[in-house]
């Protein structure tokens, strides 16, 4: 069980340099900034022994300090670009915080995630032995009805043809 565990730690990482939607991680959503609903999720799960926010950018880290996160360490810009890997985030971070066993990621732009749904995840690794979970959701839309935006701003089939 998690106590005889190394701990968990929940992971928010909240890069400054958006280009779709600047500073969409401290945006407010139905008065609270989009990170804070991670946010609070995390630190209401009853297994998640730490909340800390990863970030290069010094608001975003403010304001998620204010809304109950941990901050103690801040990313270097070389793990803030647009190519960087997630995973790269979280060796960064368990280099600075290697004292953990278990690690939760939990991205900022999900802010429907409740405390159960944590808990929840963690409970299907530790009752299945899985070494990791990744929560999906099916979509309502066809894949063959979706679109993306090239860097040209030119719309293109998600799916190739």
């Known amino acids: 069980m998690?106590?005889?565990t190394g701990g968990v730690l929940a992971l928010i990482p909240a890069r400054g340099g958006s280009k779709g939607l600047p500073g969409k991680n401290i945006r407010l959503l139905h008065g609270k900034p989009l990170i804070g609903w991670s946010i609070d999720a995390a630190?209401?799960?009853r297994y998640v022994s730490r909340v800390v926010v990863s970030s290069e950018?010094?608001?975003i880290l403010e304001v998620a300090?204010?809304?109950g996160a941990q901050i103690p360490f801040v990313r270097p810009a070389e793990l803030a670009r647009d190519e960087t890997p997630g995973m790269d985030v979280v060796l960064h971070a368990l280099d600075q915080l290697p004292d953990y066993e278990w690690?939760?990621?939990l991205q900022p732009t999900s802010p429907l995630r409740l405390a159960a749904d944590i808990d929840a995840a963690i409970e299907c690794c530790l009752s299945t032995g899985a070494?990791?979970?990744v929560s999906v959701c099916e979509s309502a839309a066809s894949p063959w009805w979706m679109f993306r935006l090239d860097d040209g701003g030119r719309m293109h089939?998600?799916?190739p043809k």
Request: proline residues 5%; charged residues 20%.
């Open 2 to 4: 998690i106590e005889s």
């Open 43 to 45: 630190r209401a799960a």
């Open 57 to 59: 950018d010094a608001g």
């Open 65 to 67: 300090r204010v809304q």
């Open 103 to 105: 690690v939760v990621l």
């Open 131 to 133: 070494p990791s979970c």
């Open 157 to 159: 089939s998600f799916l």
